[in-house]
């Protein structure tokens, strides 16, 4: 590894002269670079792994429940922080600032959804959950303004940037922003496994421990299913688990997902990144691999302070390497469910599916304002109407990729109780009012504008041209 001794004092060097990094930022970017550069990973041996029994990863059904009495949710309640990651933008579904303020339903964004269920919970119980935003350099000034609208609410909002790391420059192994890209592109926000240190470094972590805090609820900001669910505090304080995360059954869909497994007696987070090429399909099959990550995962508050200061969260590095205007960069990433294996008495939990309803695309957002969901508290709930127990699976073209053009192509939401599965290609256009049943695919040639009808109930079909209607 000749090479790579010569590369880090150079980067090192750099670094130093890099004003806009904070002491800590460049000594953890060090420390992910030279652990990045000493080929320090952890090497999976396929035989080694064994399937997580019941006391590792825990049926929900299988939990305590929380007594009625009021005094007992206060109590738990008492010991919570909710954190949410907040860094990723709306630029996929076509909306400029922070993902987390796309209108879901009835006018109400992620945010306004997620600081009304919490408010509720104070109301109802007279205590105080806060509510803590990770933004990144790319959401956090949009963010302040935003959480201004909540002044009066009654939640304490909180929020606390990630670490902004240099993009390298990868023939030359040097710093971006060193090479004069002084803009945002020459920075990166290096994923959620920041978020531990991020928020030791922000002086939040102990202003909460100060307060009697205990544990915090992190989540996906666009995952509408990860409420609070005081069952999986109650059983993490009991059986003093310091780090809890949230699995599901997989379907087809989620083939790619994490998957927690026990290795040398630990438990882990499998991710596809590390799986060797010959075991690539065993990996995404149902059979062998059943659950996948939710990314809602529960933290002891001391644990994580101990584990920083200790500098052990050494999570699985992910290089993303990426082509910006023309230059080959390197950025490397962490993930939060990764840090599963460092904490004592690591659990999953198997929770119903209804906790993993994340919007990543107008697909999901056509599924969460439709009649298949309502919003009750600021909670998305399926309705009962609709038997099966998965989601219609919807396919929308790129004419439907962003959000305005979406919006723009539904007189209303079409009704999908009853519906398997949509496929829809070109340039489609539904009235009000629709109905859509079973398996129905639509699909406008090329050059031609295909409207649905108002109060049109397509059942079972194949829409070809105006004909088939």
């Avoid at 002491?23 to 320090?40: A, D, P, Q, T």
């Avoid at 299913?225 to 059986?239: C, M, R, S, Y």
């Avoid at 590095?317 to 840090?339: M, Y």
């Avoid at 009962?384 to 962003?402: H, V, W, Y």
Wanted: hydrophobic content about 40%; glycine content about 6%; proline content about 5%.
């Amino acid at each position: 590894m000749a090479a790579a001794n010569e590369k880090l004092p150079q980067l090192k060097s750099a670094v130093d002269g890099l004003t806009e990094m904070s002491e800590n930022e460049k000594s953890g970017f060090i420390n992910l670079v030279s652990r990045y550069l000493s080929g320090e990973a952890q090497h999976i041996e396929w035989s080694k792994i064994q399937t997580p029994t019941d006391e590792i990863v825990v049926p929900y059904d299988k939990m305590a429940n929380v007594s009625e009495d009021a005094s007992e949710t206060k109590y738990l309640l008492d010991k919570l922080v909710v954190l949410k990651l907040n860094g990723g933008l709306g630029t996929t579904m076509g909306c400029t600032g922070p993902k987390s303020v796309i209108e879901v339903r009835d006018g109400l964004t992620f945010l306004d959804l997620i600081v009304i269920q919490i408010e509720n919970l104070n109301n109802k119980y007279g205590c105080k959950v806060p509510l803590v935003l990770m933004n990144s350099f790319n959401t956090h000034d949009d963010t302040q303004k935003i959480v201004e609208k909540y002044t009066k609410s009654n939640v304490d909002i909180h929020t606390f940037n990630q670490s902004k790391y240099p993009r390298v420059v990868a023939d030359e192994f040097v710093p971006w922003p060193s090479k004069g890209k002084t803009d945002k592109d020459g920075w990166y926000p290096p994923g959620h496994g920041d978020v531990f240190p991020s928020l030791m470094n922000s002086g939040k972590l102990d202003a909460f421990l100060s307060q009697g805090k205990e544990y915090v609820f992190i989540a996906n900001s666009d995952n509408l299913g990860a409420i609070v669910d005081l069952k999986i505090l109650k059983h993490l304080i009991q059986n003093k688990n310091e780090y809890c995360m949230e699995v599901t059954p997989k379907t087809l869909a989620d083939v790619k997902g994490g998957t927690l497994i026990s290795y040398e007696g630990k438990v882990q987070l499998l991710e596809i990144a590390q799986v060797p090429d010959e075991h690539v399909n065993e990996f995404k099959s149902i059979e062998k691999f059943k659950i996948f990550n939710t990314n809602n995962l529960w933290v002891n508050l001391k644990a994580i302070k101990k584990l920083v200061e200790a500098d052990a969260l050494k999570m699985e590095i992910i290089p993303n390497p990426k082509e910006v205007d023309g230059v080959k960069v390197l950025q490397l990433e962490t993930a939060a469910g990764a840090a599963i294996r460092f904490f004592d008495n690591a659990i999953g939990v198997n929770v119903p599916r209804s906790r993993f309803l994340p919007v990543k695309a107008t697909s999901d957002l056509l599924l969460v304002q439709s009649d298949l969901y309502t919003l009750v508290d600021g909670f998305v709930t399926r309705n009962k109407a609709r038997t099966n127990p998965t989601n219609p699976a919807i396919e929308l073209g790129p004419e439907f990729k962003k959000v305005a053009s979406f919006l723009s192509r539904f007189k209303s939401i079409p009704s999908i109780v009853e519906l398997d599965s949509l496929k829809v290609s070109g340039d489609v256009w539904f009235g009000s009012g629709v109905v859509l049943k079973g398996k129905v695919s639509v699909k406008a040639n090329s050059g031609t504008k295909l409207e649905i009808p108002d109060n049109a109930v397509l059942e079972n079909k194949d829409i070809n041209g105006p004909e088939d209607l």
